[in-house]
């Protein structure tokens, strides 16, 4: 199992920068695919991103890409999420998650085993 800690929301206006991390304790980190997922009032949860088990592969939704980065240090069992230009439309509860022994880019449309408790990202106009 793992155990995982969201942190870094917070508000921010439209233009501007956050940084989420996902802190995970447990066994094998790096065993484990992990992902960003987020869900926005009235909206269903959507995948963000998802970063392979060693981080060499990674997806993004279209509505992120080339804005967000998604990373991970396996050393440091925390997985990252790198917000520029950040948009109204991002507000939402920012979930990471993770699943063992999946890909990537499977990750992007299966429902995860494991999640954090979410943080708050809000993007003012």
């Known amino acids: 199992q793992v155990q995982l800690v969201e942190s870094g929301g917070g508000l921010v206006q439209a233009g501007g920068s956050l940084r989420l991390s996902c802190a995970a304790s447990?066994?094998?980190?790096?065993?484990?695919?992990m992902g960003w997922f987020r869900q926005a009032p009235g909206k269903e949860r959507e995948f963000v991103a998802t970063?392979?088990?060693?981080?060499?592969?990674?997806y993004y939704a279209d509505s992120v890409k080339g804005r967000f980065t998604i990373s991970r240090d396996n050393a440091k069992n925390t997985m990252y999420l790198q917000m520029n230009s950040l948009e109204v439309e991002d507000t939402a509860v920012y979930y990471c998650?993770?699943?063992?022994?999946?890909?990537?880019?499977?990750?992007?449309?299966?429902?995860?085993?494991?999640w954090g408790q979410g943080t708050q990202v809000t993007v003012s106009s």
């Open positions: 998650a993770a699943e063992l022994s999946t890909s990537a880019r499977r990750m992007r449309t299966i429902s995860p085993d494991y």
């Open positions: 970063i392979s088990s060693s981080g060499v592969s990674t």
């Open positions: 447990g066994r094998a980190f790096s065993t484990y695919a």
